[in-house]
């Protein structure tokens, strides 16, 4: 068979007679990931409906076992520490809820940060 292009980086690799044109990518790791995110990312968007089922279902058991409450006031050391290191390794413009009910603006890699109280 004929050598195809990875359509993620542009490498020519050689198809394998037996895999009748199902391979999509050269197969390394990067482009196997983006592949895997694009075919996820297509489903999702011809269901819709299976993602709302889903997060229905999440919330709902969440609620009934308030497993994440209990272990939140049990351990608020290290609720506090993980919330200040997910600030500092923040995303630009990512909103995070501090104590007791300010709420931090994360701007950039400069670390600067806007409070609301």
């Known amino acids: 068979m004929a ?19 199902r391979r999509k990518t050269c ?10 995110a694009e075919l996820n990312w297509k489903w999702r968007e ?12 999440v919330r709902e058991r969440r609620g ?4 994440w409450d209990e272990w939140r006031s049990k351990t608020p050391d290290y609720v506090k520490r993980n919330r200040e290191q ?11 809820w501090g104590f007791p009910g300010t709420v931090y603006c994360f701007l950039g890699n400069s670390g600067d940060s806007i409070l609301f109280s």
Do not use: S
């Open 3 to 21: 050598p195809e292009r990875c359509p993620y980086c542009g490498r020519w690799y050689a198809v394998h007679p037996r895999l009748w044109g």
């Open 27 to 36: 197969g390394d790791k990067k482009c196997r990931a983006e592949h895997k």
């Open 46 to 57: 011809e269901h819709p409906e299976a993602q709302r089922e889903r997060n229905k279902a």
């Open 64 to 67: 009934r076992e308030r497993y």
């Open 86 to 96: 997910t600030r500092e390794r923040g995303f630009p413009g990512t909103v995070y």
